[in-house]
């Protein structure tokens, strides 16, 4: 499962973390997870429950940001939002578009004790 193996990443993360700042808790776990990204907010957190227990991250809560799509419109020459990734421009209707955001997923920041 795709979103297990992302938890299992961001508490490789965590405990990198906690090895650089010897923190030893982790309150929340805040993600951007862009809405062109191929995750499930829901599943990420299902996963994130399962692969953190009996680490320093068990109980954390997760914290999760959304960023919508974006993209640049090459006709337009102008940036556009992006609702799904295979969506037309919402001004000229063409798909000369490079999306420039809302496909990222990533750790932002550990509130840690
Ligand atoms: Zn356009």
Redesign the pocket.
């Known amino acids: 499962m795709h979103e297990l193996a992302l938890s299992q990443g961001i508490i490789d993360v965590i405990r990198d973390q906690a090895a650089a700042q010897g923190f030893t808790t982790v309150k929340t776990v805040r993600l951007v997870i862009g809405t062109l990204s191929h995750v499930e907010p829901q599943a990420i957190a299902f996963g994130f429950d399962a692969v953190s227990r009996g680490t320093i991250a068990e109980g954390a809560v997760l914290d999760i940001e959304r960023p919508p799509g974006q993209a640049f ?4 020459e ?1 940036p ?1 939002p992006l609702p799904e990734r295979s969506a037309p ?6 798909h ?2 490079m999306v420039t955001g809302g496909e990222e997923m990533r750790v932002k920041e550990l509130e840690v004790e």
């Open positions: 419109c090459l006709s337009c102008k556009v421009c919402p001004d000229c209707g063409g000369q578009l």
